[in-house]
């Protein structure tokens, strides 16, 4: 069974900090990983997708990378702002044309002013 | 474009009562998904839909059940429902094919008291 955790669960860094944030899977077939993150109260916004076969996407400030084989992810955040305290998900999906996500238990980011 | 739309936002119902939660996908996305959202269990799968057939479907007990429409919008349903099933429900859209990105909705909160 596929399970997804995030550490750490919660992070505190001030304004302008860049950051990184960790995924791990426990199994390692799997076809592709998203990013998101979620409001207090709200549904998700996807960040970043990134297939199995790529090492790593970008986007603005935002990168992602996967080491499919360790059953890794880590999503970087540059020059970190207020705008981005939210807490951050990751979800791996299993085979294509399957759209079952397994997600993550989070890590929910304060940027502080 | 208009993205994924849940309908209503808020419920509440009592225990023993059914309740029927719906979904309204991104124009042109076939494949809809359900998820639970809870403190305790984070994001649960609970089933997708696929031009009108359940393609897959997670751990959860038969008194969950859904539906998809000739127009790709879906509903699930729950019966008999319990304090546990208080949670935010929610609904998830992606392209047909393989792997694309989920885009969620803004979430169905349900509280059963």
């Known amino acids: 069974k596929q399970e997804v955790t995030q550490i750490p669960a919660a992070l505190s860094v001030p304004e302008g900090e860049n950051l990184v944030l960790n995924c791990s899977f426990t199994?390692?077939?799997?076809?592709?990983l998203q990013w998101f993150r979620q409001d207090p109260g709200k549904g998700l916004t996807s960040l970043l997708l990134?297939?199995?076969?790529?090492r790593e996407q970008t986007s603005g400030r935002l990168n992602a990378s996967l080491d499919k084989s360790s059953g890794r992810s880590t999503l970087y955040i540059a020059a970190s702002q207020p705008g981005d305290s939210a807490t951050y998900l990751c979800a791996v999906r299993r085979q294509p044309g399957a759209n079952n996500l397994f997600f993550g238990t989070g890590t929910r980011l304060t940027v502080i002013p | 474009k208009a993205g994924v739309t849940q309908t209503p936002r808020y419920l509440i119902k009592t225990r023993g009562q059914q309740v029927t939660l719906s979904c309204s996908p991104i124009?042109?996305?076939?494949?809809v998904s359900w998820y639970q959202q809870t403190p305790g269990q984070g994001l649960q799968f609970l089933f997708e839909?696929?031009?009108?057939?359940?393609?897959n479907k997670g751990n959860f007990p038969g008194r969950f059940s859904g539906r998809q429409f000739s127009n790709s919008r879906s509903e699930m349903n729950v019966s008999t429902l319990e304090l546990g099933d208080s949670a935010l429900y929610l609904c998830?859209?992606?392209?047909?094919?393989?792997?694309?990105?989920?885009?969620f909705g803004q979430g169905t909160r349900l509280t059963v008291v």
């Open positions: 839909y696929f031009s009108e057939t359940q393609r």
């Open positions: 124009s042109g996305h076939r494949s």
């Open positions: 990134i297939q199995s076969s790529q």
């Open positions: 998830a859209s992606s392209l047909a094919g393989t792997g694309n990105q989920a885009f």
């Open positions: 199994d390692s077939a799997i076809y592709n």
